[in-house]
């Protein structure tokens, strides 16, 4: 089946007693069971529930994923992955990547023992070299949050694959719509259903997606033992969510290259970053590895200081300030305090975060009014 009609349909059929066309919201922590361990299938809600499986095999499927499994938040999913590691391993990582994450690797898992190296992943030499005796995961975020570098997927699946070490791509930016890194060669794909898989700003989720059944009995074992399950509400919401996702793809990066473009061309904007512009420095990589351009991008004023970035920000009336992402709304935010404030300045500025950087989430309203509002803040 084609993209569009996986997105309603993978995995999903009428639920058995009620024939309803939607999975339940199986609202319980608990099952009956005949007999001690014999069952219809589900013992303990932590372990399982049928509106989870659901929402599992529907990401499965629009991942062209053997399995998948959902977690409360994109964090708790990286968490799990990072977890099937061990102390004295070793993870290479973009240098430019979701604060949050950067966070969880420096704050959590380098105390416990695992070394983290953060290079530049644009150029495939330095991940080479970045690689040690000890390297047992390299993690891509593409395209990056909040600079849109795009990483080429392939290439270092295939630097991994002779090695025996796993590659892990957070999709969160592209969402499967625009891009499969699982058919790109990646071992592991890597969701905040918080985004675009949600699309509504309603819900709080994440998602690991593999068909390597080694590492997916290990994420399994996590979610069994050490519990960031979403609740069957949550469930519910993304999988609603993810039937439209195609449409709201589209719609959204149509917006984006509109905005794009307007910004590119404005008097008062120094550079723009976004995938779909002829000169991003990976153009022709999106344009090979991804179906579409995306619909997130970050620019920069030529009036390049923090209060002139922090009075557009806050003069917007159609984009909303906030963090986050991947809504049907539109959001501005400002990354180096918000998103990425967790990361030392020193860090940031090294990976080309300035303290000016404006980032955009583009959504579904109409892109006149979107382009009439930047106009307007721009210039105030
Ligand atoms: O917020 P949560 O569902 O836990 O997802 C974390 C996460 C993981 N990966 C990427 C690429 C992300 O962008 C995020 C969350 N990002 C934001 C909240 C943001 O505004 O960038």
């Not at 290079?119 to 070299?129: A, F, G, I, W």
């Not at 395209?143 to 699946?157: E, H, K, M, Q, S």
């Not at 059944?213 to 979403?230: C, H, L, N, S, Y």
Request: proline fraction near 5%; include cysteine; charge should be negative.
């Amino acid at each position: 089946m084609k993209f569009n009609t996986r997105a309603i349909h993978a995995g999903q059929k009428p639920e058995e007693t009620t024939g309803a066309v939607m999975p339940p919201i199986f609202q319980t922590s608990t099952y009956a069971q005949e007999a001690p361990n014999i069952h219809q299938g589900y013992d303990y809600a932590r372990v399982g529930n049928p509106t989870r499986t659901a929402l599992e095999k529907l990401i499965a499927g629009l991942e062209e994923a053997a399995e998948c499994a959902c977690f409360a938040s994109g964090v708790a999913a990286i968490d799990a992955i990072l977890k099937t590691l061990k102390p004295g391993d070793h993870v290479v990582s973009t240098n430019d990547l979701y604060g949050g994450t950067y966070r969880l690797f420096t704050t959590v898992f380098e105390p416990y023992g695992i070394g983290f190296s953060f290079v530049d992943m644009t150029k495939p030499d330095l991940v080479e070299q970045a690689i040690k005796p000890n390297t047992k995961l390299i993690w891509i975020e593409t395209p990056t949050n909040p600079l849109l570098r795009i990483i080429d997927i392939r290439t270092v699946a295939e630097m991994t694959a002779k090695r025996n070490i796993l590659s892990a791509v957070d999709n969160t930016f592209a969402s499967p719509y625009l891009q499969q890194p699982l058919v790109l060669g990646a071992d592991i794909v890597m969701h905040s259903t918080t985004k675009y898989l949600g699309g509504h700003s309603d819900i709080i989720g994440g998602a690991v997606a593999s068909s390597n059944e080694e590492f997916m009995d290990k994420i399994r074992f996590q979610v069994k033992t050490t519990g960031a399950v979403p609740g069957p509400m949550d469930c519910y919401l993304t999988l609603r969510g993810i039937k439209t996702l195609h449409v709201r793809m589209e719609r959204s990066v149509e917006n984006a290259k509109e905005i794009a473009n307007f910004l590119n061309q404005h008097q008062l904007v120094e550079h723009v970053h976004y995938p779909g512009l002829q000169n991003h420095p990976q153009f022709e990589l999106a344009a090979r590895q991804m179906k579409d351009s995306g619909a997130m991008m970050s620019f920069s004023l030529k009036d390049n200081t923090t209060e002139r970035a922090m009075k557009v920000m806050s003069s917007t009336n159609v984009f909303t300030l906030a963090e986050s992402l991947g809504g049907v709304e539109s959001l501005i935010s400002h990354p180096a305090s918000m998103t990425h404030g967790s990361i030392p300045k020193e860090v940031r500025e090294k990976a080309g975060l300035s303290d000016s950087l404006i980032r955009l989430s583009v959504g579904i309203e109409d892109v006149e009014d979107l382009i009439n509002d930047l106009e307007m803040a721009l210039t105030t």
